[in-house]
């Protein structure tokens, strides 16, 4: 395993603990899933990592914010790479995940109660993001931190009941599960108002707002970004209380957008402060999912009917996929990723190696399995909104798709910096 990057500027950096301890963790569901987990599982590893880098900040880089920052990434990037070196694994395929809700934001609250005494809360709903798909399943909604799968968040009244603050709501937000054949499963978004206190002081910080960290697999789609956001002098309580009952109510009656990395935040009585978490990664082209199983997305409020057409290419006419339209619709996105001419039908897989070769589940022929598929493949540059709704990126980065040529197959998507050539995401030993 080896990192490179220079320290940053702000508190992002982490220490070598942090960047072993990330990795540790992105390592042992996958690698380790059948012994108990121990320290002895990391003498397999070898971590290059120079001291002074990102990962492995020394004096005086600022590291306050590491274990949810770059620690996070270094997690991230671990489940990745590994994801992709068991998918060539007859034995362990089914072990390697998209990933998991790729970023965290913290948020804490301080204040006078409804006595007038101190308050102070740490909330924990941000865990409630969504689950990497696996190449066999889907992802699960709300499944918590890759670190912390299933985590018990306090329940709405529970929090409402110990401290001076309301609920909007809080609950899933529809296509923020990375779209692929398997579905990664849906981020939760909540909002908030002071009640019967002046205001509260909040902080939060944490970053995936303008990059989707949650990556997919061989053609699966990145969960959605997260999203910071107020709103000042919503009005009296009564007003409040009819405001939004979810992200798209809220974001229909206008906020303003608070970034990755807010700070402290004031909060009077009659502002609504929110955020909104990322789903997990897809496994597989979106366009292989069955489109039974993306109508029952629809029904149970994971996907929208826009997102089924422009993600899944499934139509529907009511509650029924309407099959031709369907079949027209998947076609004419093969068609728009290659610029037409398609020379072969999809396979029902995902890329696969053959011979020392890698291969398209339709057969087309991407070069030796130790150099980079790439090459072969076509590199289309797409805006993020062709990736989902709640899809954005920084000005400086790019989103790409590389695409089978022959089939129409989407094979990966990438975040990258416009100036900067993709990267070669495996090459496998022959």
């Known amino acids: 395993m080896v990192c490179h990057a220079t320290p940053a500027p702000g508190f992002i950096n982490c220490t070598a603990s942090g960047m072993r301890g990330a990795a540790l963790t992105g390592l042992l569901p996958i690698l380790a899933s059948t012994i108990r987990w121990n320290e002895d599982v990391m003498r397999a590893v070898t971590i290059v990592a120079p001291e002074g880098i990102l990962c492995n900040a020394t004096c005086p880089a600022p590291v306050s914010s590491g274990t949810i920052s770059t620690a996070w990434i270094v997690q991230n990037v671990v489940v990745a790479a590994l994801s992709r070196l068991v998918a060539f694994s007859a034995e362990f395929a089914k072990e390697g995940p998209a990933v998991t809700k790729g970023h965290m934001t913290v948020m804490t609250l301080a204040g006078e109660d409804r006595d007038g005494g101190p308050f102070g809360t740490f909330l924990l709903d941000s865990t409630a993001g969504g689950g990497g798909a696996y190449t066999d399943h889907d992802g699960l909604d709300g499944s918590g931190d890759y670190c912390v799968p299933r985590p018990a968040i306090a329940n709405v009244e529970a929090n409402e009941a110990n401290g001076p603050l309301l609920y909007l709501y809080r609950g899933f937000v529809p296509d923020t599960g990375g779209p692929g054949r398997m579905r990664?499963?849906?981020?939760?978004?909540?909002?908030?108002?002071?009640?019967?206190?002046?205001?509260?002081?909040?902080?939060?910080?944490?970053?995936?707002?303008?990059?989707?960290?949650?990556?997919?697999?061989?053609g699966g789609l990145r969960g959605a970004c997260g999203r910071n956001f107020i709103r000042r002098d919503a009005g009296g309580m009564q007003t409040i209380a009819g405001l939004a009952a979810n992200l798209d109510a809220m974001l229909t009656v206008g906020v303003d957008e608070l970034g990755p990395k807010p700070g402290h935040v004031a909060l009077a009585a009659g502002d609504v402060l929110g955020y909104a978490f990322q789903g997990g990664g897809g496994y597989g082209d979106p366009i292989k999912r069955d489109p039974a199983a993306v109508l029952s997305d629809v029904v149970n409020g994971h996907v929208g009917v826009e997102g089924a057409k422009s993600q899944y290419g499934v139509v529907l006419d009511g509650h029924a996929v309407d099959q031709n339209a369907t079949q027209k619709q998947r076609d004419a996105i093969r068609d728009l990723r290659v610029g037409g001419a398609l020379k072969k039908p999809m396979g029902a897989g995902d890329l696969f190696a053959s011979e020392g070769r890698l291969v398209c589940s339709c057969g087309a022929d991407l070069g030796p399995a130790s150099g980079n598929w790439k090459d072969k493949a076509r590199t289309n540059v797409v805006p993020a909104q062709d990736l989902g709704r709640h899809v954005r990126t920084h000005a400086e980065l790019e989103l790409r798709e590389h695409v089978c040529v022959d089939c129409g197959t989407l094979l990966e998507t990438e975040v990258a910096r416009k100036t900067e050539a993709s990267l070669v995401t495996f090459s496998l030993a022959v």
Request: charged share 5%; glycine share 20%; proline share 6%.
């Open 184 to 218: 990664g499963g849906v981020g939760a978004s909540l909002a908030i108002t002071p009640y019967e206190t002046a205001g509260l002081h909040a902080m939060m910080l944490g970053h995936g707002v303008e990059v989707p960290n949650s990556i997919g697999q061989f």
